[in-house]
């Protein structure tokens, strides 16, 4: 009897074992988005000036003294001699692969290249060159694909960056895997890299004089004396300046999470994250102290301040989070206790900046709204100007003259007389 159900029970367990093995192994068969890699070699060579380049993909925008600096996104920097705001005149293009931000401090250029921060000599804009560059500095990052309804693949930072996506059919035996089954890495989406920098020397920073540029409300860089302070998604970045055409990092330190935006005002560093403005004491730019905090519901949202307000927009939607858009007007006269003053409703805000009383607010598809922002309580009552036929991303103003850029290109304005501000000249995307 025993030998009997020894004998019985040899081949039941071996169908176990087989439906065991087996019934958590399937095959697929799907689209995939291959990396394309550019080596570390060619990536740290490819800095310099090339030949024009249409705009394609604004990103952010700059500017120093004459010149004016439009980002092409993940490309490199467009310059352009602005001498004369009615007719900017094309210099040339400085390719820096993997650029979102840069400052220009006296006659360097400050740009992230993927994983480096390159200095680049602009003495001559037209004969742009690299002078320096620290490596390894920022988080390993990807590209974001024009079409996301595909899987990423794995990625193999020995390979070198990504600079871009192929897509391919892909047949893989999956064995009880839970997706995504890629490694993720940090990466800088269209709003974690254009929505989400620069506040570097942003009208009210603590840098004066013609020494630093300008930068606008979507900054993670800026400039403090001698150094270059920037933000990724959660850490601090210190980097002394004092030798020009050798940066170095002096420190960094994870100060928080979803920060999207940088604005320096005074001794005080003013952060636009995911859920609030924070606000940091730079007096020790080694350790940045933390202050206090304005919390608002989730969404993506850049910061200015003039004369003790800050001005901050919320946008809701995709990455973003919830579905307000808005406007909050804040007191920070005590850091230690901002106050809110009031709310407006926006549709879909991305950068603004402040001069004196007046407010330029980029509304996303609903275009350039100017306001008289001298009685915080009745801003939406008082606006001076609309501009509804573009899709307005981020501006600088300059006293009388306006730098605004937006998904179709970039615009500048004359608002010298506020009652009658004007379009003076344009650089519009290539179709």
């Given at each position: ?20 093995a ?13 990396p ?19 705009l394609?993909?604004?990103g952010?925008i700059?500017?120093?003294d ?42 360097v ?52 960056v ?99 935006t ?9 952060l ?36 003790n ?123």
């Amino acid at each position: 009897m025993r030998n009997s159900i020894k004998h019985n029970l040899i081949p039941f367990l071996m169908l176990v074992l087989m439906f065991s093995a087996c019934k958590d192994k399937f095959t697929e068969q799907y689209l995939e988005l291959e990396p394309v890699y550019m080596g570390y070699q060619e990536f740290r060579m490819s800095v310099k000036m090339v030949t024009q380049q249409d705009l394609a993909k604004p990103g952010k925008i700059y500017t120093k003294d004459a010149y004016l600096f439009i980002n092409e996104r993940m490309k490199g920097i467009h310059v352009y001699n602005n001498a004369n705001p009615a007719s900017p005149q094309y210099v040339g293009f400085i390719n820096i692969p993997g650029n979102v931000d840069i400052v220009v401090r006296n006659n360097v250029m400050y740009a992230d290249s993927y994983i480096d921060l390159v200095a680049i000599d602009i003495t001559n804009p037209a004969q742009a060159k690299e002078v320096g560059r620290i490596k390894g500095i920022f988080p390993y990052s990807v590209p974001p694909s024009d079409d996301t309804s595909y899987r990423q693949g794995q990625v193999d930072d020995t390979k070198g960056v990504v600079v871009g996506w192929n897509v391919k059919t892909v047949r893989k035996e999956i064995n009880n895997a839970n997706y995504p089954i890629y490694p993720i890495y940090y990466g800088y989406s269209l709003n974690t890299k254009m929505d989400a920098l620069s506040s570097s020397s942003a009208p009210g920073s603590s840098t004066t004089g013609s020494a630093a540029g300008v930068g606008g409300s979507m900054a993670r860089f800026g400039l403090t004396g001698n150094n270059l302070v920037a933000v990724d998604n959660h850490t601090y970045y210190n980097v002394n300046l004092s030798d020009a055409n050798n940066p170095k990092l002096e420190s960094q330190s994870q100060i928080n999470w979803g920060i999207e935006t940088m604005f320096l005002y005074s001794k005080y560093m003013f952060l636009g994250t995911t859920t609030g403005m924070l606000i940091y004491d730079l007096s020790d730019l080694n350790k940045p102290t933390y202050i206090s905090s304005f919390w608002h519901a989730t969404g993506c949202d850049p910061v200015v301040v003039e004369n003790n307000t800050a001005y901050v927009t919320i946008r809701g939607g995709n990455i973003c989070g919830s579905n307000i858009n808005r406007l909050d007007v804040l007191d920070v006269t005590n850091v230690l206790k901002p106050k809110l003053i009031r709310s407006y409703n926006m549709d879909n805000p991305y950068g603004l900046g402040i001069s004196g009383d007046i407010l330029f607010v980029c509304d996303g598809t609903s275009g350039l709204k100017v306001y008289d922002a001298s009685d915080p309580w009745l801003i939406s009552e008082h606006i001076l100007a609309s501009f509804p036929k573009i899709q307005a991303y981020d501006v600088i103003p300059l006293g009388t003259s306006l730098l605004m850029i937006g998904n179709d290109g970039f615009y500048q304005y004359d608002y010298s007389n506020v009652n009658n501000i004007k379009q003076i000249s344009s650089i519009l995307v290539k179709k």
